[in-house]
């Protein structure tokens, strides 16, 4: 079953940090580019961050550069390291997976419609 799985959302202090996981199964992430969405209530849907599964080059949204970066290992994760999280940062934050992008991460995080694969969503919640 190919699916995708988050994990590592919950409640933080602002300046707090959080990092999310995405976990790919049955499939591999080498021919994927996987990128990090978000969705704040009575917002749409924002790309946040986009990694190459075979090369590795990165896209990183304006509203969040310098303060998260996406990374991936070799046991098919992604990961979201959110460091000085603001109050702006709330949202639900969904992984996805497309095959159809090649190295092309700045497109996929922009052009977000009809991605092949999107995992269930984890919500983070950035409050005092």
């Known amino acids: 079953q190919v699916q995708l799985v988050e994990s590592g959302g919950g409640l933080v202090q602002p300046g707090g ?50 303060r998260f970066t996406i990374s991936r290992d070799n046991a098919n994760t992604v990961y979201l390291q959110m460091n000085g999280l603001r109050e702006e940062d709330t949202a639900v934050y969904y992984c996805a997976a497309d095959s159809r992008y090649g190295t092309a991460v700045k497109p996929m995080c922009v052009h977000d419609e009809d991605l092949e694969i999107w995992g269930q969503g984890t919500p983070v919640t950035v409050s005092s």
């Open 17 to 66: 940090s959080l990092r999310l996981s995405c976990a790919a199964s049955g499939f591999s992430f080498y021919s994927y580019v996987v990128g990090w969405f978000r969705q704040a209530p009575g917002k749409d849907r924002e790309g946040v961050s986009c990694i190459s599964g075979s090369d590795g080059s990165t896209f990183i949204a304006n509203s969040v550069k310098g």
